[in-house]
């Protein structure tokens, strides 16, 4: 029963989307996010602010603590019966917008409106008389209407913007919620269907085709030009912008709802606890470490600055003691977690008077100017300001040696205009500066040097008085376990391991409002007491929790989106910190091909410098710790970066650099731990990639690690089948503490497929709650080699372009299968591995054209379809009307009876006729492995998603042809002398159709012969069909004497008064003359 006494309305959706399951089995044309564009990431992130709103709105954190009055619930679920209506009426205009031939487009479309259509029918259904009789608020109204007017006048793309938000919010509020509760179970929650339904992985994968149509559509407007390709960005972004406020006033509109903050003792100003702010400042407000910055103004040269690195490197590794081996399970109130943390003091102290001591004859000037351009992070200013804005005291608290590079740093306004943040105390040490205005190399008073020493002197200002606390870092544990509030940013691997070794957990913020609104505003003490500590996603998050702006219902509808939609960056950016190869099969370049491939801009940091060709490596060197360093700094301080990217990385200290790198920039993470090849080759010693995995392992978002390398990690047995699998990676979960790990199951011997003996290989991806198998045909090839840099690369790519994991990870697998069976018969190099194809989406590589025993289970990227020429049927519409034949009876005849593939010939008829007729074609042999190939017309192939287009000499160009079908589509060209077949092979055609063998009643021309025919198969390296006035007792010598591939037939068999027996006829001839070439 739902919450308003009715029937339990969320059952049937529960049906639909299939519910939290613990094992997906991922198989078929899966794809969870659009590879159009990047629009819509850049939309949700603009509008973000207000997602954020919604979180925190009332009505949300109530149905999520639970606390929601059911009389609420019931209303608002009236409202949205309303709502859906209008949201079904612009999913149906927008269907009828897409053309029937986009065939990816149309089922997209198709699958959101079932969904809908399942919601609103459970929706009205459990509403019952209300959902008649109800009043239609306000809010509702307004909403309605615009996706009306928006459905009325616009095109996909506005339909698509003004009802993503609606789809992209629900998501993000179901997974946020639910995952704030934690280990809670829903079924017993009061409002736990509503949270299962949209944190679910099915919903997310009906918003990736929502945001998929906006990005095509978007894309596609964009390439035709003209007016409204000028001015539908703007469009676009305010009818997204206008529907996200619209989400907020409809939450808001809801009566009955409890104010959470007040009824928590927060009061009218929706503070939440304390009021006072305290915030760390290196990494925390600012986007790095800012040492290295001071020290880039400090008159020391190089030298003296990279032993000072040095000897700081070689004293924390002895001074720091180890975390222990195996993690607290309980809290005991921070007692051994002091003891740890201070074990370092003395050393700390020592390390603090050396840097002031390196900043010697630094001028005052050049520090201010160095921290007033200092980068921080996005909205941390912002934040700060709305807290004394909100009647707090706020404090800056940091280990900095430098008070005055602090304060410029802070004194910049909110918005980049000037003026500061407005801050009560800094607490920080300071240079003792000379008369002539540089650094002394001592500091004035105390040293602020310890993260207890902050503690202490945050307590001594406050005079005891409860506080937040914001940081980032170990070295803030001191203030975070005093304060009454503590909050954790940015992306600190060795934070998050210490708190988790000594029983301190860290839980999404949104928990905080759950647990206030639950306990009354009870005050539950310090952190210290309650061994919690919640983790921000962002500032903006800190702000909409803790400072809520007010009057969120009267928001104009587009404050400053212009300007922001004006710093679209152009680009996804990718950083690869790996090694390069030599041969251009893997590592760096093998890399940034397949970024670029995948819709990202690459750049690189390279650890090692391999020398290897196909056969092998044959020598590495490792540039120097700083030069490595230096790449990544130089790239990120202008560039920056959405994703990084590890491969090789031969030693423990650079991985430590990529992680603290990743720690500052936030950016997306994926670590490929490059330790041995697909080969088999051992590329980095096993001691020294564990070293490495503790150091960056729990910052990633995903490792990639192939069957041995996760067997070297975990000191086990390399897995032998799926079971294994399946526990070696949560394994690697437990031990190594990434956000997910995809253990790639190329080295395990190929599973049962879809198919009658099929084998795929199988990739199992686990996140520490759902496991998904992700299944892709197994491509048999000698190219391979840099099959595991290509796949990290392509989800990083993705995951730089804003798609969620699962997205990212089944984009990335479809490309590489598609890649696989493209390359599987290049011939580059001697060697047993082979490099791959990895531009083959702009074209194929002329190469000997071979089969590849792919399956049919759509997870691969359209490979070419496999085609056999041996009967090779053209039909002919005049002999099909003379006989009262429909295209769909003779081509299920003509393959009953042996075709192998046929080609669509029609002559004097309309386009729409004509694609008419290949579809009944392309349906007629959907599943039985025969391929359909349209004559003349590259407009009808595309239209109907045949499988290929044969060209004659007098039609389109094969170079142009091949240019517009891609490298997935069958070509092939008529071919009258050798020169003419090797242009065709050059062009890109996958065979040549030679003749004709003799002269022929249904076309004019000149015939050459069976020795014209065999001068042509022998011309070039792809096959051969002899096309022409052919027939039975041809196919001994032109199977023979000519080495052709097939013969091509027309009045053959569709003369004749029975398809299917005169087809057979042929292939039994064709047959024979076939067993006679082997004997």
């Not at 031969?650 to 720690?663: G, K």
Request: proline share 4%; charged share 20%.
């Amino acid at each position: 029963h739902c919450p308003c006494g009715k029937i339990d309305f969320w059952q049937p959706l529960r049906r639909l989307w299939r519910g939290r399951r613990k094992m997906m089995r991922v198989r078929g044309p899966l794809t969870v996010a659009g590879a159009a564009g990047s629009m819509s990431t850049f939309l949700w992130r603009a509008a973000h602010p207000l997602a954020l709103a919604s979180l925190y709105s009332d009505f949300v954190v109530g149905l999520a603590s639970g606390t929601l009055p059911k009389a609420s619930f019931a209303t608002y679920s009236a409202q949205d019966n309303a709502f859906l209506g209008a949201f079904v009426r612009a999913y149906e205009k927008c269907a009828s917008l897409i053309p029937s031939h986009d065939t990816e487009a149309t089922a997209r479309m198709q699958r959101l409106i079932i969904g809908a259509k399942e919601e609103w029918e459970t929706v009205r259904k459990a509403a019952g008389d209300r959902a008649e009789n109800v009043e239609v608020l306000l809010a509702t109204e307004e909403y309605t209407s615009f996706l009306d007017a928006a459905a009325a006048a616009g095109g996909v793309a506005e339909i698509m913007a003004a009802t993503a938000p609606c789809m992209r919010l629900y998501a993000f509020l179901g997974q946020r919620m639910a995952a704030a509760l934690g280990g809670e179970s829903l079924d017993q929650h009061p409002y736990g269907e509503w949270l299962a339904s949209y944190s679910n992985t099915d919903f997310a994968l009906l918003v990736a085709d929502q945001e998929w149509l906006l990005d095509y559509f978007y894309a596609k407007d964009q390439q035709a030009g003209g007016v409204r390709a000028a001015t539908q960005a703007g469009t676009v972004a305010a009818l997204y912008h206008h529907a996200m406020l619209l989400e907020c006033r409809f939450f808001n509109q809801v009566p009955g709802v409890p104010s959470w903050r007040e009824a928590s003792g927060a009061g009218t100003g929706g503070q939440v606890m304390s009021r006072a702010l305290v915030v760390d400042f290196d990494g925390t407000i600012t986007q790095e470490d800012t040492t290295p910055l001071e020290l880039a103004v400090a008159p020391a040269d190089k030298a003296t600055i990279a032993a000072l690195k040095a000897d700081y490197a070689a004293g924390a590794s002895a001074a720091y003691p180890a975390l222990p081996d195996t993690a607290a399970s309980t809290w005991d109130g921070g007692v051994a977690l002091t003891k740890h943390l201070e074990h370092a003091a003395a050393f700390e102290r020592v390390a603090y008077a050396k840097l002031a001591a390196a900043m010697t004859g630094t001028p005052r000037a050049a520090l201010t100017q160095a921290g007033a351009d200092v980068p921080l992070r996005r909205g941390a200013l912002r934040c700060l300001a709305a807290a004394r804005a909100a009647g707090n005291s706020v404090h800056v608290a940091t280990l900095n040696v430098s008070c005055s590079f602090v304060a410029a740093a802070l004194s910049r306004d909110p918005e980049g205009g000037g003026g500061g943040a407005g801050l009560d105390a800094i607490y920080s040490s300071e240079l003792e500066f000379g008369s002539d205005g540089t650094a002394s190399g001592k500091l004035e008073g105390a040293a602020l040097a310890t993260g207890s020493d902050k503690a202490a002197a945050v307590a001594s200002a406050l005079g005891g008085a409860p506080f937040l606390y914001v940081g980032d870092s170990p070295g803030d544990l001191p203030a975070l376990l005093s304060s009454e509030l503590g909050v954790v940013v940015g992306g600190s691997g060795s934070l998050r391991s210490t708190a988790k070794a000594f029983g301190l957990k860290i839980v999404p913020l949104e928990a905080a409002a759950l647990a206030q609104v639950r306990e009354g505003g009870a005050s539950r003490g310090t952190t210290r007491d309650t061994g919690i500590l919640y983790e921000a996603a962002s500032w903006g998050d800190i702000e909409a929790l803790l400072f809520p702006g007010t009057g969120i219902g009267d928001a104009p509808l587009s404050t400053g989106f212009a300007e922001a939609f004006r710093a679209l960056p152009p680009a996804p950016r990718v950083l690869i910190a790996a090694g390069s190869d030599s041969g251009g099969g893997a590592g760096i370049q093998a890399d940034i091909k397949a970024s670029l491939a995948n819709g990202a801009f690459a750049m690189t940091a390279i650890g090692a410098l391999t020398a290897q060709n196909t056969y092998g490596v044959t020598g590495v060197h490792v540039p120097p710790l700083s030069f490595f360093e230096e790449q990544m700094d130089t790239t990120l301080r202008d560039i920056g970066a959405d994703a990084i990217k590890t491969g090789m990385l031969p030693s423990a200290d650079q991985a430590a650099a990529v992680a603290e790198r990743a720690a500052r920039s936030g950016a997306a993470l994926v670590v490929d731990p490059v330790m041995i090849a697909a080969s088999g080759a051992s590329l980095v010693a096993s001691g020294s990639v564990r070293e490495s995995a503790r150091a960056l392992f729990p910052m990633a978002d995903v490792i990639t690690p192939n069957l041995p390398e996760a067997a070297a990690l975990l000191q086990c047995a390399i897995p032998e089948d799926l079971p294994a699998m399946h526990a070696v990676a949560r394994g690697l979960y437990e031990r190594f503490g990434p956000r997910a790990v995809l253990l790639k199951g190329g080295h395990l011997p190929g599973v049962s497929g879809a198919g009658e003996g099929a084998k795929e290989a199988v990739d199992v991806l686990f996140d520490g709650e759902v496991a998904f198998e992700l299944y892709g045909p197994r491509v048999p090839t000698r190219n391979a080699h840099g099959t595991g840099c290509t796949l990290a690369s392509s989800i990083a790519s993705h995951l730089a372009r804003g798609t969620g994991l699962l997205g990212a990870v089944v984009a990335s697998k479809r490309y590489l299968s598609g890649a696989l069976a493209s390359s599987a018969a290049l011939q580059i190099g001697t060697g047993p591995s082979g490099p791959l194809n990895h531009a083959y989406r702009l074209g194929a590589w002329p190469v000997r054209a071979k089969t590849v025993a792919t399956d049919a289970l759509g997870l691969a990227e359209a490979p070419r379809a496999e085609f056999d020429l041996s009967v090779y049927a053209v039909t002919d519409s005049a002999m099909n009307e003379a006989a009262g034949r429909t295209m769909e009876q003779v081509v299920k005849d003509a393959i009953r009876g042996g075709a192998t593939i046929i080609q669509i010939r029609e002559k004097g008829v309309s386009t729409k006729e004509f694609v008419d007729i290949a579809n009944q074609a392309v349906a007629a042999a959907c599943g039985t492995g025969v391929a359909i190939i349209i004559n003349d017309r590259l407009d009808v192939a595309l239209a109907s998603n045949a499988h290929g287009l044969h060209v004659g000499q007098d039609d389109m160009d094969a170079t142009t042809a091949r240019r517009i079908l891609g490298p997935d589509k069958i070509l092939g060209v008529s071919c009258k002398t050798p020169a003419e077949a090797r242009l065709a092979e050059k062009a890109g055609a996958d065979y040549i159709g030679s003749g004709a063998v003799c002269g022929t009643s249904t076309k004019d021309t000149t015939a050459i012969g069976i020795e014209g025919v065999a001068a042509c198969v022998a011309a070039v390296r792809i096959p051969c069909v002899a096309i022409g006035g052919v027939k039975a007792e041809h196919c001994p010598a032109l199977f023979g004497q000519a080495k052709c591939a097939g013969i091509a037939v027309v009045s053959a068999i569709f003369a004749q008064p029975d398809v299917e027996a005169a087809t057979r006829s042929l292939a039994d001839a064709v047959a024979a003359a076939k067993a006679g070439m082997t004997q």
